[in-house]
Every structure is written in structure tokens, then in C-alpha cells.
């Protein structure tokens, strides 16, 4: 059975009341954001969600001392429990569902994502703080083995095009998808638009409720089934740079899904390495499907 991912804001509070000094709370909004006000004790990682990774041996190594000094500042170990959060899991583009993703593939995996945010927790009128914390500097250790249990890399994403056992979900914006624009940063923020070959697309958010939940796994389920995608096949899962990507796994995960794992470099990486090969055809998506 796979291990419960979110966590609602009214455990969270109680985890913060009863264990405080057993839990790292973090913020992955940004610093201007924190300062107006956040959850009591959270510290701020805004790194979480802008870190552009690459996926060669040199870019995982960077990867890893990075994010070994960021959560050792922030007070993390082996024996604390992490809750990520931002502010509302529709609208922040995956950050905290990729802050958790991080987690995992540095070995952590006592770590939860807050169900719906600080959206959430300030809907269900819980204390909020404007103190900014200063915690205190731990030694926080990584597993050089689970990365590879959590991401693939750019060659593995090569093999994947010709391995028809594998599903390739491409679950970036419309625009994206259809060869409009590179990036959520602008049109031309990377050097070439399209898709990867053989891949599939559904929007991000298209698994979640209005007020950011994820959908039901049946709903989940039937949303992927359309696809030709079922919960024992294969997924490798893409975006951009990782994060909506993270979003999407943790929806699947929390449904049945079992075999995924997230192109970590997605297209920020892809799409500067002219030898790898794109679709860039210009598409228009019927409105069915948007």
C-alpha cells in the first residue's frame, strides 16, 4: 500500500501542537509572500520550486549538494518529519507537490504535501505567523541510491520514446503542448517548441476541483484510462523543469498508480540539446480536450 502523501491543515496543526520539535514545516512561496504571513514555525524554501535541474551526472551532483545545504539550514534531518506547502496547489504550479518529489529522491520520505495549501489552512481559520524563523542548522544526509527511484534521465527518456511499455504523460499548459510557446516564462524562454515524441497530454490541473483537491481516484483513474494509460503501466511524467510534473505524480500515486517517475530536467533540459529529437508540428487542441 502505498504511503499517504497529503496531509490535511487540520492534522497538520495538531502535528505542529503535539510534535513541534520533531517537524520542519516549509513555505515555497515567495519570500515576499512568507513575510505576510504563513504558518507558525514554517521556514521559507522558495528553491523548492525555482531550481533548474540537469539531469547528467554533474547536474545530479549539483542537485544534491544544493539541497543538502538548503535543508540542513533549514533545521532537517533523518529524524524529522517535513510538510510542504504553498499557497494553493491549483495555482502555484506544482511547488510544493516537486518540494515533496525532492524529498523522496534525496532519501527523505517521511514528508507530506498540505492538502490545498495555505489556502487551506487559512479557509479553516488556523493560526497564522508573521514571525520569520531562524531555525537552527542540522545535518541533513542523503541517499545517493533513491534519485534514481524517483527521476529519470535525459537517456532514459530517449529509450522511452522506442519502448512502447512505457507511457509518456506531457501534462504541461495548453500553449506548450500544442508548440505556441517553450515555457511558463514566455513564448521563446527555451530554444525550440514542441513535444516529445509518442508522448501524450493532459493539462496538469485538469485532476483537480475547482477549489484545488485532487479529484476522486475513480475520476482520476477514468481521466488516464482515456488516455490509454492504466494503473499498472509504466509512466514517465514531463513538464517543464519538473514541478507541474511533481503535481500530477503525486495525484497519480494517491491513486493506485504505482510505476511513475518524473522527468526531472523535462523540457527546460530537453529542449536545449539539439540532438534530441521533438515533434514541433503546431497543433490545436479541440476544446474536448482542453
Not at 522506442?162 to 521563446?188: A, F, K, M, N, V
Request: hydrophobic content about 35%; glycine content about 6%.
Amino acid at each position: 500500500m502505498e504511503k499517504k502523501i497529503l496531509v490535511s491543515p487540520t492534522k497538520l496543526s495538531q502535528m505542529i501542537e503535539n510534535s513541534p520539535e520533531s517537524l520542519v514545516v516549509i513555505d515555497t512561496r515567495d519570500p515576499e509572500e512568507y513575510a505576510k504571513g504563513h504558518i507558525p514555525g514554517a521556514v521559507n524554501l522558495r528553491d523548492f520550486f525555482t531550481y533548474l535541474a540537469t539531469s547528467d551526472e554533474e547536474g545530479c551532483n549539483n542537485f544534491r549538494r544544493h539541497f543538502s545545504d538548503l535543508l540542513s539550514a533549514a533545521g532537517v534531518d533523518s529524524s524529522r518529519q517535513v510538510v510542504i506547502y504553498e499557497d494553493k496547489l491549483n495555482n502555484g504550479f506544482g511547488q510544493s507537490c516537486r518540494g515533496w518529489l525532492i524529498m523522496q529522491a534525496l532519501g527523505h520520505s517521511d514528508a507530506f504535501v498540505l492538502e490545498n495549501g495555505f489556502y487551506g489552512w487559512k479557509a479553516a481559520g488556523l493560526h497564522i505567523s508573521h514571525e520569520v524563523e531562524q531555525p537552527e542548522r542540522s545535518e541533513f544526509k542523503i541517499d545517493d541510491k533513491a534519485i534514481d527511484e524517483i527521476f529519470v534521465d535525459r537517456q532514459e527518456m530517449l529509450r522511452a520514446i522506442h519502448d512502447h511499455d512505457i507511457r509518456i504523460l506531457d501534462i504541461r499548459d495548453q500553449d506548450e503542448w500544442e508548440g505556441l510557446s517553450s515555457s511558463p516564462y514566455g513564448p521563446d524562454f527555451a530554444p525550440r517548441k514542441g513535444r516529445l515524441e509518442r508522448s501524450v497530454w493532459l493539462q496538469w490541473d485538469k485532476l483537480m476541483e475547482e477549489d484545488a483537491r485532487y479529484l476522486s481516484e475513480e475520476h482520476i483513474v477514468a481521466a488516464m484510462r482515456q488516455l490509454g494509460i492504466k494503473q499498472h503501466h509504466t509512466i514517465y511524467i514531463y513538464c517543464f523543469k519538473g514541478a507541474r510534473a511533481a503535481n500530477t505524480y503525486v495525484a497519480l500515486k494517491s491513486s493506485g498508480f504505482s510505476d511513475i517517475k518524473v522527468y526531472f530536467g523535462s523540457w527546460n533540459e530537453w529542449s536545449r540539446d539539439d540532438t534530441l529529437p521533438i515533434e514541433s508540428e503546431v497543433l490545436t487542441v479541440s476544446a474536448s480536450l482542453a
